[in-house]
Every structure is written in C-alpha cells, then in structure tokens.
C-alpha cells in the first residue's frame, strides 16, 4: 500500500476504546478442535477506522463477534474502556451491544413491512439518547427516501438505511462485516463514502472486515488477518478517498 508504514499506531491523543490481550477462541465439534483464533492483540482507539482483511474463514467475523459481544472468546482479556467484558454475564454482553455498539452486515435485515423511518425507530425507541430516525438517515442520504419500503429502494440504498439504524443509537463503536460484499463496484464504493463520513463527522470508533486489500486504503489503521492470527499490522499516513481506490 502506497502512504502506508509497517508500525503498530502510536497516538497518545487518542483514547483506548477497546483492547483485546491474547484472545483465542476455540470451537468444539465433539472429538475436533478447530482455532479459529489465536492470541490476538488489538487496541481500536477513539475516532479511528479500523479496516480488517483476509481471506474467508481467517478469522475476521469471529473477532468481530467477540469486540462486538456477540460472542465470548475461549481465553484472553477485552476491555471496552475499564470495563472487562471477557468474563461479563450475558446480560452485562446485551447492556454492551445495546448501548454502545452498531451493527452493519452484508446482508440488511430490515423489515420489508416498515419504512425506512420506521426500521429506524426499532432502535431509536430502545436507545438511550438516540439520533432522530430523520436525522440518522439524512446522514447517510438518504433524507427524501425515508417513508419507501425496502422493496422501493435498491440494495445500496437498503445498506444504507441498516447503516442508520446503526448508528441512531449514537454508538460508541460501529463494526462492519463485509458491509460491501453484496453490491456492485459502485454501489459499494457510495456505502463506503457513507462510513468513511459517518466515522469522520460523528467520531464514532469503526471496523469494517473485508476481503479487498484496495479497501484498506480508506482505513486509519491496517490488520491482515492469516488462519486466525494477525500476520501484518499498517497505518496508513494519510486515509485515502474512497473515490481515489480502484478495485
């Protein structure tokens, strides 16, 4: 990667969201093992993007899982500010994802029955000082397709209503999966530009797992990830525009 320097990152000014020591995690299928991590060591600081690559089952979507309380790891520590979240409750786990992460997958999930507005508000009406639905998707542009339906809206467009919904709860952290992989080139490159503003405007600390090398370009901060460990670590000097990366 041009710009980019092979170093762990070293900001002083930017305070530690979340940080992972030694994650492992192990899957049991009766008599076999399978690792899909090993002794992970990960900082995500305040407004960074953060962009994870490798290849399928690396161990990208696990990690995510377990940042983002979805799942526990087999052993290590991970701290979301002081508070440790490797040995919570699963109720301590659904208080974390509530009220202090958003989810964006590769697939939407919306409620065909409801309006963009009001997939929206399934989570502004649980969040404890949530965005206005108008305002979450005025965002992300979406401010004069607000009462469609997802089946009246295309499937960049359907991304980008998910994308709202998660970020109207205000979160602290944003964990993307594969956010671009069911869209073409342009589509995906606009739910790009779309995170890429919302980490910039809003600060909100944010991850996003692909298998497209071109993509971490657009990150603050470079992981390749290798049969379930992390093999490279990059920053980039300066992030790219995401109209500037060819891929």
Not at 14 to 29: D, F
Not at 57 to 73: E, F, M
Not at 192 to 203: A, F, I, M, Q
Not at 209 to 216: C, K, P, S, V
Request: proline share 2%; charged share 25%; glycine share 8%.
């Amino acid at each position: 990667m041009n710009d980019a320097q092979a170093i762990d990152r070293d900001d002083s000014t930017a305070r530690p969201v979340l940080r992972a020591t030694g994650l492992s995690k192990v899957y049991e299928m009766g008599e076999v093992r399978v690792q899909a991590l090993k002794n992970i060591d990960l900082t995500l600081h305040e407004r960074e993007l953060l962009v994870l690559l490798g290849a399928s089952g690396s161990g990208k979507s696990t990690l995510l899982n377990i940042l983002g309380g979805l799942d526990v790891a087999s052993s290590g520590s991970l701290f979301y500010g002081e508070q440790e979240l490797s040995g919570a409750s699963q109720t301590e786990l659904t208080y974390y994802r509530r009220d202090h992460v958003g989810f964006v997958f590769q697939f939407y999930n919306l409620i065909s029955s409801l309006t963009a507005r009001e997939n929206v508000s399934l989570v502004t009406d649980i969040a404890v000082s949530p965005m206005r639905p108008e305002e979450a998707l005025a965002l992300v542009g979406l401010e004069s397709r607000m009462d469609h339906f997802p089946a009246q809206l295309s499937g960049g467009e359907q991304q980008r209503v998910a994308i709202a919904r998660a970020i109207a709860k205000r979160p602290h952290i944003l964990l993307c999966d594969e956010p671009t992989g069911a869209l073409d080139v342009g589509t995906g490159r606009l739910v790009l530009s779309v995170l890429d503003r919302v980490n910039r405007e809003t600060g909100t600390t944010t991850a996003i797992i692909t298998h497209n090398a071109a993509i971490g370009r657009i990150g603050d901060t470079v992981l390749r990830m290798s049969s379930g460990e992390i093999v490279e670590r990059m920053h980039n000097a300066q992030r790219e525009d995401v109209e500037r990366i060819e891929w």
